[in-house]
């Protein structure tokens, strides 16, 4: 028997072993076959895509730069266009020009860079177009961030139109080089796409042939001999294990033989897929112990109604330990008392309903007793009363407190008084309350998608959106202030608060924005501006307002280079007006002058008129500079000024005085400008009022002078700065010098002699007179001593006395009685002379101390022919010795005949009140004979003889007594 058997299975084996030879060789060819045919196709196919990406990138870039192109014209011409819609689609652009040239991924694909030479060529003038059409766009954008109001936009449309234009032309020519371009690749992409056809259906041809040779190897060699096999097998499954294999299919007989001879083996096999079952269950068990270790979850399972395992987390929980737990408590003894009657009529329905799982939230009650919120879910296995639970437990206290707090936050936002927007992070609206509603008018489903209002180029310039922009992006935060227009139309103030909210990686969640209404904020904040900044009375800017508004007219005609003119107004005698007819009549003039400087000053209402207070005014003209403009502006003035007013039935004339100073001739600041023109109405004043005066070096020269002498003022008297002159006083009967008349001088070392009239005001103003006039009396007094001893014993000195000095409590004049004492000279030596205007303000004080001066025994000499007469008459007790004619009065004699019959009168009545009179001023021969002839009785100037030094009034006492005036 054996040696019948041995050849089969010699015969099979080397059957075996060539068709796993055969096999192996077979599948190696095939398959070596099969991957050349995928490289080969995928090779073809890439060259292909790669060419029609290319293609599908020069297109996309064609649609992209018409569509930018659109767009610009539209966002040129006014129209509402996204300009991130604009930015992206010039990223894509730049995207796929890099692509192309370099390669790169282009939306999801990858596009590879042109190699074609005929095609790559036209890459630079693609790149070149491309740049100069996105510098337009750039520039039409940035031109709509700084779009103003329609008047602004129409004086702009020519720009636009050329803007357009530009666009248009670029726009075009990139078309043009880009159709070029897909001109050149497309019959590269039509090559390569024939190329691909011609490969394929040879290889579908060598495909074929090498499946029909593979299905006839296979028939023969597998096929054929795996159905026997397959006949043998269901033989042997039918349970006819006696069934053998012909010789003639080795092979498979081996097969058989094999399958059915290692039935015992699949019996070990069995036992062994059981232990291996075994080692599967185990490891679930450690998977479910590590997931129950590790949950953030409580895990637990109950059987026979108490815990037979408890996760760490579940004992943590619940504060035991999972020993306390397991076999000890049932899930009812961790529900809080009150709910646990709930918990089990849910476990019995879910066991007689035979749900699978239950889930509900309850109060759980820990081992301190304390309860808290949590969250069950059950799954029950079996049924009945032995179903066993499997539980998960989770804490939601802090859930509960989140959603809690959540739904406030909702209320809060639903019910807030405050309008709340909520942008993304380019403010693009994505929700707004009830109260944003009402504010603006909007609905939300009107306002989501869009870009919040106040974040649009609108009615505030680029700087102000840089600005905000700049804050928001760095600090997440801006407030401000800012005006929009309800849906209505009507404008209204808000308060902006705008704040971000961060994701936990530093990006952008949301912005929320917070707007309150301050319209009426700003309303009342108004109301208080002008009630600060305007003039009560008249309705015109006052002091503050205007300072403000000069200084900022300085700076911008600083940045203009643009002159400009100042005018400073004061109404002349108006304190006669407010005191001889009331206050009230006063303000109603006031307003009444502010009117008529509205109606003249400027028509057009370019000038700035303000009420500094009182009764001055200022005007400040930006668009007048020439002199031509501004005397006819001042003319025009003054002209109205003068006009009669008919206030209260009454008619009332009054003229005023003008400076003018202008901006930058004549001063560098706003301090200085006021300075002079207030310097430049004083001179008006001074040269006769109802007249104006522009400002000149001079003045101000004059004014430093004033401004140092009041400083210096004080020094100079210890200094020894000051000296008496002595003009003589020639008597016209004897024709000698019965008299000298001592004048104060101060020889200043910057500004020379000084004569009173410029310093005694001062000395006045910071209560220097006393001290000056003691100076002055003791020096008279003690020289006039002198000279009464040799040579002129009976000469008389005349000294002349402030009205500030003598209305001082402490004047000083009863020292004078003590010197005169001392050097043993009469009380009649010494005249004082006063001007007349103190006879018109006479206080009780002064007229009590000139009346003790003259008992005892002092003379009073007064310069009195106009308005100090009437005072003159009214003293007589003091017993005035000598009344002065006024250089004024003495300079028209000669050819005046009126002045001839006033002086004549003067004299006459002196004469009647027992006074000799004295003539100032005398210049020339003629004046001095008509003041003989009308019987004036001395006199004195610069014909008779100047002012003299102590020297030379000596020499000229000496000479007159020798040889006196000829008659």
């Not at 003039?589 to 008129?609: K, P």
């Not at 005072?871 to 006024?886: D, G, V």
């Amino acid at each position: 028997m054996r040696p019948r058997f041995s050849k089969p299975a010699g015969l099979a084996a080397r059957a075996l072993l060539g068709l796993r030879a055969v096999s192996a060789v077979f599948y190696g060819l095939m398959l070596a076959f099969a991957l050349g045919n995928v490289i080969l196709v995928y090779s073809l196919m890439s060259r292909y895509d790669a060419a029609l990406d290319q293609s599908a990138t020069l297109g996309s870039m064609r649609t992209f730069s018409q569509q930018l192109a659109v767009r610009a014209m539209r966002l040129a011409d006014g129209g509402l266009v996204q300009t991130g819609q604009i930015s992206k689609e010039i990223d894509a652009m730049d995207l796929a020009l890099q692509a192309l040239d370099q390669g790169g991924v282009v939306g999801d694909r990858e596009i590879t860079a042109l190699s074609q030479p005929s095609v790559r060529v036209f890459l630079p003038k693609i790149r070149y177009e491309w740049v100069a059409l996105r510098g337009r766009l750039q520039a039409v954008m940035l031109d709509s961030y700084s779009r103003g109001d329609a008047s602004a936009a129409e004086g702009r449309d020519l720009p636009h139109v050329v803007q357009r234009q530009w666009v248009a032309d670029d726009a075009a020519a990139l078309l043009g080089t880009l159709n070029t371009a897909l001109d050149a690749l497309m019959p590269l992409l039509h090559r390569a796409k024939d190329q691909a056809f011609n490969w394929l259906v040879i290889l579908v041809l060598l495909d074929l042939g090498v499946l029909v040779g593979a299905f006839l190897l296979v028939r023969r060699g597998v096929v054929l001999p795996l159905l026997a096999v397959r006949h043998a097998v269901r033989a042997m499954m039918q349970g006819n294990y006696t069934t053998r294999l012909a010789p003639a299919g080795a092979a498979e007989i081996v097969e058989i033989a094999q399958a059915y001879n290692t039935g015992c083996q699949q019996i070990h096999e069995l036992l062994t897929q059981m232990r291996a079952d075994q080692a599967g269950l185990q490891r679930s068990e450690i998977i479910f112990q590590g997931l129950a270790s590790n949950a953030l979850v409580g895990i637990f399972l109950i059987a026979h109604d108490r815990f037979s395992f408890v996760s760490q987390k579940m004992a943590d929980i619940f504060g035991y330990q999972p020993d306390e737990m397991i076999g000890h408590l049932s899930l009812l003894s961790i529900i809080a008392p009150r709910e646990r009657y709930l918990v089990d009529e849910a476990l019995k329905s879910g066991r007689n309903q035979k749900a699978a799982t239950l889930r509900f939230e309850r109060h759980g009650r820990r081992k301190d007793g304390t309860l808290f919120d949590i969250e069950t879910f059950i799954t029950l296995v079996g049924s009945g009363d032995d179903a066993a639970i499997i539980g998960l437990v989770q804490d939601i206290t802090e859930s509960k407190q989140a959603e809690s707090s959540a739904q406030l936050a909702a209320i809060a936002y639903e019910n807030s008084s405050e309008a709340i927007a909520i942008t993304d992070a380019t403010g693009v609206i994505i929700d707004v309350n009830p109260a944003y509603s009402r504010m603006t008018g909007y609905w939300p489903d009107e306002v989501a998608g869009e870009l919040l209002i106040l974040l649009r180029p609108g009615r505030h310039n680029r700087d102000f959106y840089d600005q905000m922009w700049h804050a928001i992006n760095t600090k997440g935060r801006w407030e401000g202030e800012y005006w929009l227009q309800r849906k209505s139309g009507e404008e209204y103030a808000q308060r902006v608060v705008l704040d971000t909210a961060w994701n936990h990686d530093g990006s952008v969640n949301c912005r929320v924005v917070m707007l309150s209404d301050i319209t009426q904020k700003k309303q009342v904040e108004t109301t208080i501006w002008n009630q600060a900044h305007h003039d009560p009375l008249t309705g015109l800017p006052n002091r503050q307002y205007f300072n403000e508004h000069l200084k900022a007219s300085v700076d911008e005609a600083d940045r203009q280079a643009r002159p400009m003119a100042l005018l400073f107004l004061d109404l002349d005698l108006f304190k006669e007006v407010n005191d001889s007819m009331g206050h009230e009549m006063g303000d109603r003039l006031l307003v009444e002058v502010a009117n008529r400087l509205r109606r003249c000053g400027d028509g057009q209402g370019s000038h700035f008129i303000a009420r500094l207070g009182g009764d001055e005014f200022v005007i400040l003209a930006t668009d007048v500079s020439e002199r031509p403009q501004l005397d006819a502006l001042c003319r025009r003035l003054l002209d109205c000024i003068t006009e009669p007013y008919l206030l209260m039935g009454n008619e009332i004339q009054i003229s005023a005085s003008l400076g003018v100073a202008l901006y930058p001739g004549d001063a560098d600041n706003a301090e200085m400008l006021m300075r002079h023109v207030d310097m430049a109405m004083y001179q008006a004043k001074a040269a006769g009022r109802n007249g104006y005066q522009y400002f000149d070096q001079s003045m101000r020269e004059r004014a430093r002078m004033q401004h140092d002498l009041l400083v210096t003022l004080s020094e100079a008297i210890d200094a020894g700065q000051f000296f008496l002159l002595y003009q003589p006083i020639y008597s016209f009967e004897t024709g000698r010098i019965i008299k000298a008349e001592a004048l104060l001088r101060w020889r200043h070392p910057e500004f020379g002699v000084i004569a009173p009239m410029d310093f005694i005001p001062f000395a006045e103003e910071r209560q220097l007179i006393k001290p000056l006039g003691d100076w002055v009396f003791r020096e008279a007094i003690r020289q006039l001593s002198r000279w009464r001893k040799t040579p002129a014993p009976d000469l008389r000195l005349t000294v002349n006395v402030s009205p500030g000095q003598l209305g001082l409590a402490q004047s000083g004049l009863d020292t004078v009685f003590g010197l005169l004492d001392d050097l043993d000279l009469p009380a009649d030596s010494l005249s004082l002379e006063f001007n007349e205007q103190l006879l018109l303000h006479l206080s009780p004080l002064v007229r009590e101390r000139l009346r003790q001066l003259h008992q005892s025994g002092m003379r009073f000499s007064v310069g009195a022919v106009s308005v100090g007469m009437p005072a003159l008459l009214a003293s007589r007790e003091l017993s005035f010795e000598t009344l002065k004619l006024e250089r004024e009065m003495t300079a028209q004699l000669p050819d005046s005949e009126a002045a001839r019959m006033v002086c004549e009168s003067v004299v006459a009545l002196a004469h009647r009140l027992g006074m000799r009179v004295i003539a100032e001023g005398i210049t020339s021969q003629a004046q001095y004979d008509v003041l003989r002839a009308m019987g004036c009785d001395a006199g004195q100037g610069f014909w008779l003889g100047e002012p003299l030094d102590q020297l030379s009034f000596e020499r000229r006492l000496l000479d007159s007594r020798d040889e006196p005036l000829k008659r």
